[in-house]
């Protein structure tokens, strides 16, 4: 983000500060501006992020203290779209954000949980083949659960995880820190392979963002 917007940090008034927060999978700017009158701050401030918009819109959720989650929903209600998961490695966590959000309600149908291969085969129907020729970490099982999630749940959005959360059970072509994930909405169906760290709860909590995330993109499509 910084060398994308190098050149509009490099011109800002001497006044105005730029500062950059990171956290997992995410970073926040924050300007300061100083000065004595406060409302010629505030209008220079939203002055310079007009001036960065053009730049940095499609990597903006929110601002001030939106939430990630928060976004999200406020995005599904915004598009009138429903949204239901799958969530293997993640092991629910993507909805566990969901529902922190007051009023998830309004678009989450739900979701599951088939943290086993035979659950994903007789409870989300994914085809016991695709496991067998493919395994659960693959590509084409990921986009059968995110559609199989949306059918089952009556929902207009599909999302689905699978992948090696590790410590344990990676391999040399699945190490651990390999997952994939999907989108699915009757249309279109966008998946993606991530290849993360060897820590746990690090993979799981970058997992719910990049999935999150997804489906952001994959709305503005």
Same mark, same amino acid.
């Given at each position: 983000?910084?060398?994308?917007?190098?050149?509009?940090?490099?011109?800002?008034?001497?006044?105005?500060?730029?500062?950059?927060?990171?956290?997992?999978?995410?970073?926040?700017?924050r300007?300061?501006?100083?000065?004595?009158?406060?409302?010629?701050?505030?209008?220079?401030?939203?002055d310079?992020?007009?001036?960065?918009?053009?730049?940095?819109?499609?990597?903006?959720?929110?601002?001030?203290?939106?939430?990630?989650?928060?976004?999200?929903?406020?995005?599904?209600?915004?598009?009138?779209?429903?949204?239901?998961?799958?969530?293997?490695?993640?092991?629910?966590?993507?909805?566990?954000?969901?529902?922190?959000?007051?009023?998830?309600?309004?678009?989450?149908?739900?979701?599951?949980?088939?943290?086993?291969?035979?659950?994903?085969?007789?409870?989300?129907?994914? *085809?016991?083949?695709?496991?067998?020729?493919?395994?659960?970490?693959? @590509?084409?099982?990921? &986009?059968?659960?995110? $559609?199989? +999630? %949306?059918?089952?749940?009556?929902?207009?959005?599909?999302?689905?995880?699978?992948?090696?959360?590790g410590?344990?059970?990676?391999?040399?072509?699945?190490?651990?820190?390999?997952?994939?994930?999907?989108?699915a909405?009757?249309?279109?169906?966008?998946?993606? *392979?991530?290849?993360?760290?060897?820590?746990?709860?690090?993979?799981? @909590?970058?997992?719910? &963002?990049?999935?999150? $995330?997804? +489906? %952001?993109?994959?709305?503005?499509?």
């Open positions: 983000m910084a060398e994308k917007i190098k050149q509009w940090e490099e011109n800002l008034p001497n006044n105005i500060s730029l500062a950059y927060l990171p956290s997992i999978g995410q970073v926040k700017l300007l300061t501006a100083k000065g004595d009158d406060a409302s010629a701050l505030k209008k220079l401030v939203q310079q992020i007009n001036l960065v918009l053009p730049i940095a819109q499609k990597y903006i959720y929110g601002y001030d203290k939106t939430s990630f989650e928060e976004a999200i929903g406020t995005l599904l209600i915004q598009k009138n779209k429903s949204i239901a998961f799958a969530e293997s490695c993640s092991g629910g966590y993507v909805q566990h954000k969901i529902t922190k959000v007051r009023g998830s309600s309004k678009y989450f149908r739900g979701g599951i949980v088939p943290y086993h291969n035979d659950l994903k085969i007789d409870m989300l129907g994914v *085809k016991q083949e695709t496991i067998e020729q493919h395994g659960a970490v693959s @590509e084409e099982c990921i &986009i059968e659960m995110a $559609n199989r +999630v %949306r059918e089952k749940f009556n929902a207009d959005i599909g999302a689905a995880s699978s992948g090696v959360a410590p344990d059970g990676g391999t040399e072509e699945k190490p651990v820190g390999t997952i994939w994930i999907a989108y909405d009757g249309k279109q169906t966008v998946t993606k *392979k991530l290849q993360l760290t060897q820590n746990r709860m690090l993979n799981i @909590e970058l997992t719910e &963002i990049s999935v999150l $995330n997804l +489906v %952001r993109k994959s709305l503005a499509l």
